[in-house]
């Protein structure tokens, strides 16, 4: 969570006098993670200053302090930030006793679930200015009066023990809380010679115009130019760029702009520059040309290397003798022959011997074929076997 404190300011006159703005400027920033400890910066008599838990934090030996999941940093020229648990980062510089810039960096673990003075964090513009109950979302182009009743004063702290502020005799928490207060919506100048003044520093800057006239002091108005300058400049070098098609060789640096690397150009930075060589670096009668920044040797015929200097050696091919001895092949044809015969007379050899055995098996069964009687004829022949007897 993290809240402001806003008062009024005062300003000297020409004749000493302490004049009160009709405008409010931030004064005070508190901070604090569900599990880090609290940090409160605010300015106090021209003076930023830095409390843990309540606690001022001395810088004097050391700018980088640690806490519970909290890291507290001065970065010189009036400049403090704090960073705490899960990426968040707040970074307030003071001015003229007023906190000038404050600036809240969030990680991508908060994308989606914030809410508050300072917008939604979700890429929606629209949604920026939803007030504290939801019921509101005012257009981007709503009056500063609209804003401040409709949108502003709906985030305001209602009771004491909301407020994460440490407080001292500079004042409690009913001393800020003036929910009736009404600012100027509109730039009025009741003094002619500021007016000039303020028109000579701000130009058309109508927020600079704007706090000079709330405030009475062109040095808040000043300090309001410069930090929109700042944001513009540093708008600009997060805008997303896009190059389609994109940059072959070379840069996106604007939307469909490439900035093409040396050597190349076209809109997509992929058509190579030839250029002739001033002096010519090549041997051998070799042509010389820059290819895309880059020196290149053509070589002539029979020449190769990065400048051509090597001649190119074309060896003849060595004869190869044969190991075979004379009259070998004449032998191994011979050879092969007779093998061939003996294969021819093993398979006729079986042949023959399959064929005789097959007779002799025909023969065998026709001997052991066993004569078939009738009974009478059975009988008749065992009679004459017995009378023989």
């Given at each position: 969570?993290?809240?402001?404190?806003?008062?009024?300011?005062?300003?000297?006159?020409?004749?000493?006098?302490?004049?009160?703005?009709?405008?409010?400027?931030?004064?005070?920033?508190?901070?604090?993670?569900?599990?880090?400890?609290?940090?409160?910066?605010?300015?106090?008599?021209?003076?930023?200053?830095?409390?843990?838990?309540?606690?001022?934090?001395?810088?004097?030996?050391?700018?980088?302090?640690?806490?519970?999941?909290?890291t507290v940093l001065d970065k010189g020229n009036r400049t403090l930030s704090a960073t705490l648990a899960k990426g968040v980062t707040i970074t307030v510089t003071e001015n003229i006793n007023i906190l000038s810039d404050v600036s809240v960096t969030l990680s991508d673990d908060y994308y989606g679930s914030t809410a508050g003075l300072l917008g939604q964090y979700n890429g929606k513009p629209e949604d920026d200015l939803l007030s504290r109950n939801g019921n509101t979302s005012l257009p981007s182009n709503a009056s500063t009066e609209e804003i401040h009743y409709e949108f502003g004063l709906t985030w305001i702290l209602e009771n004491p023990l909301e407020s994460l502020f440490t407080y001292d005799d500079t004042g409690s928490w009913n001393t800020f809380y003036k929910p009736d207060y009404k600012p100027i919506f509109q730039p009025q100048f009741n003094d002619s010679a500021l007016e000039e003044k303020a028109q000579e520093i701000c130009g058309d800057d109508k927020l600079c115009l704007f706090d000079i006239a709330a405030t009475g002091d062109v040095n808040i108005g000043q300090s309001t130019r410069e930090t929109g300058q700042e944001l513009t400049t540093i708008t600009e070098l997060l805008k997303s760029i896009y190059c389609d098609p994109p940059c072959i060789h070379g840069a996106c640096v604007d939307n469909n702009t490439c900035f093409c690397s040396e050597g190349y150009e076209g809109v997509m930075c992929n058509d190579t520059i030839l250029q002739d060589c001033e002096e010519n670096f090549c041997l051998n009668g070799a042509t010389c040309q820059i290819v895309a920044g880059a020196y290149l040797c053509i070589c002539s015929d029979g020449f190769t290397g990065p400048n051509c200097g090597t001649k190119i050696v074309v060896s003849s091919p060595i004869p190869t003798t044969s190991t075979t001895p004379p009259g070998s092949n004449k032998a191994s044809s011979v050879k092969t022959w007779i093998i061939i015969i003996i294969a021819l007379v093993v398979v006729i050899l079986m042949a023959i011997v399959a064929v005789i055995t097959v007779s002799v098996c025909l023969c065998f069964v026709k001997r052991r074929k066993v004569k078939s009687y009738t009974k009478k004829e059975y009988e008749a022949e065992m009679i004459e076997k017995l009378e023989m007897k």
């Open positions: 969570m993290i809240q402001a404190r806003m008062t009024e300011p005062l300003s000297i006159s020409d004749s000493n006098e302490t004049l009160i703005g009709s405008g409010t400027v931030i004064t005070a920033v508190v901070a604090k993670h569900n599990a880090s400890d609290t940090i409160q910066f605010e300015v106090v008599d021209n003076q930023l200053r830095a409390l843990v838990n309540g606690d001022e934090i001395d810088f004097t030996e050391l700018a980088e302090q640690q806490f519970k999941n909290l």
